[in-house]
């Protein structure tokens, strides 16, 4: 019998996967923090033979180096793929024994489109086809984006998708298990997965990828194709020179002094406190980006690459959880940190500053004059349904555009309350007066706001 333990990265919208038998197993796309991995592997008794990558990622830092080395386990990587470390190059139809007593072997299957050197690896027992490892190209319902790499190659990495998810659904038997890296959250993914579990069989009754024509497919994939993180320039190159090893001890205390000196040299001082609690009292100039909302996403894709960051967070174990989700994009050492609360981190006698939060039916009970009503939503949101008279700036271009924002009280809103919660914060720093809309968005043409579409 073999087994495949998901290893869920919540917060990226990635999955990573140990699949193996009695006493070996394989390890997929594995994150930075490999301890994950390891404790897993633990857990079902078996070393990890292999590692595999199934492309050079552009959404997070990959811990696949230093397992391989901790394991002595063989690195497999794409032989397409520019690297500048010691591996094992793999190309296509390429197979690989991982539990001779389980008769489980790992097959691998080029499957260019989101990257040119993509690979997915099939697992089979006994020569049975009985999984498909497809990282970033047959995802559930969808595909990997193919618009990463190079601007030039995306239209012919797009046919590529297509080719590459067809190539896989006529190899494979319907009743494969389909187990992709990306798209349950991840900005790697064209859309986001309709439930978690899918197999080949139903991709084919579901994925455009193979449901229509080439040129269809194409064409409604690079019109729904939205912004990408602007920290996935980062992450290639360091994936591609191997990165180091992480460091996830507790960063240098900062005391009250020690924040306020680091927002006056123009450090970002980040608060992961969820919204309500940082409405209601914090560190003026800090930012907040809640510790359980998308933290490594958002503060990667909006912070200047390199500048120092000291983290405030409500206890040891919030922080400890932050600073790995933020090594899995390369930020690797927050230049100090401290928990509590305001009380702990202001100089005495200092007060913290607050602005108020709402509903939508508040914000339709308001007298409008000198109200700015600022949406942060993306443009693919925005499209269905907008607030009439709004203002539109991605949550990811708030802290470059503040400029833009006109005149009054500014009352911001995104989907659900999260990204509001974001934008309110670099509002709030920047002197504005605000209101965080702490709301879902449907609820806005229920309370008689005009909502207008298209």
Not at 37 to 61: C, K, P, Q
Not at 261 to 270: K, N, S
Not at 335 to 352: I, Q, R, V, Y
Request: glycine content about 10%.
């Amino acid at each position: 019998m073999f087994f495949v333990d998901v290893i869920e990265l919540e917060g990226l919208g990635n999955r990573s996967y140990l699949a193996g038998g009695e006493s070996a197993a394989v390890a997929v796309d594995p994150p930075r923090d490999i301890d994950q991995v390891l404790t897993a592997a633990a857990r079902r008794g078996v070393r990890i033979s292999h590692v595999v990558e199934t492309h050079i990622h552009n959404d997070y830092v990959t811990g696949g180096p230093e397992l391989a080395r901790i394991t002595g386990a063989a690195y497999l990587v794409p032989a397409g793929a520019n690297v500048s470390f010691t591996r094992t190059p793999v190309s296509d139809g390429d197979t690989v024994d991982i539990d001779t007593a389980a008769a489980l072997s790992l097959a691998a299957v080029a499957t260019p489109g989101h990257t040119p050197h993509h690979t997915a690896y099939v697992l089979r027992e006994a020569g049975h086809p009985v999984a498909a490892f497809t990282g970033g190209s047959l995802l559930i319902g969808t595909v990997g984006r193919p618009d990463l790499v190079e601007p030039r190659l995306t239209e012919r990495l797009a046919r590529d998708q297509h080719a590459s998810a067809r190539r896989l659904a006529e190899a494979l038997p319907d009743e494969t298990a389909v187990l992709p890296t990306h798209g349950f959250g991840s900005f790697c993914s064209s859309a986001q997965a309709d439930g978690d579990k899918t197999t080949i069989g139903r991709e084919k009754a579901a994925n455009a990828a193979l449901t229509v024509d080439v040129d269809t497919f194409v064409a409604e994939l690079l019109a729904g194709l939205e912004d990408v993180p602007a920290y996935y320039a980062h992450m290639g190159p360091a994936n591609s020179a191997g990165p180091a090893p992480v460091d996830l001890t507790p960063p240098a205390v900062a005391d009250p002094e020690a924040v306020a000196a680091r927002l006056a040299a123009g450090e970002w001082v980040v608060d992961l406190r969820n919204r309500i609690a940082f409405a209601e009292g914090h560190v003026a100039g800090s930012f907040n980006f809640e510790a359980d909302g998308k933290l490594a996403t958002y503060l990667a894709w909006m912070i200047p690459w390199g500048k120092p960051v000291t983290l405030l967070a409500e206890s040891a174990g919030q922080l400890a959880a932050a600073q790995r989700e933020l090594v899995r994009v390369g930020i690797d050492r927050p230049a100090t940190a401290a928990t509590g609360g305001p009380a702990d981190w202001l100089p005495d006698g200092a007060s913290p500053a607050t602005f108020p939060r709402a509903t939508f039916a508040q914000l339709a009970n308001q007298d409008l004059d000198g109200v700015v009503v600022l949406d942060v939503r993306r443009d693919s949101e925005r499209a269905e349904g907008r607030i009439e008279g709004s203002v539109h700036i991605p949550v990811h271009e708030v802290h470059r555009r503040l400029g833009e924002v006109p005149d009054g009280t500014v009352w911001v809103h995104c989907a659900g309350g999260m990204r509001a919660g974001i934008a309110a914060s670099l509002l709030d720093a920047a002197g504005r007066r605000v209101v965080a809309v702490d709301d879902a968005f449907d609820a806005a043409a229920d309370a008689g706001l005009t909502v207008l579409t298209g």
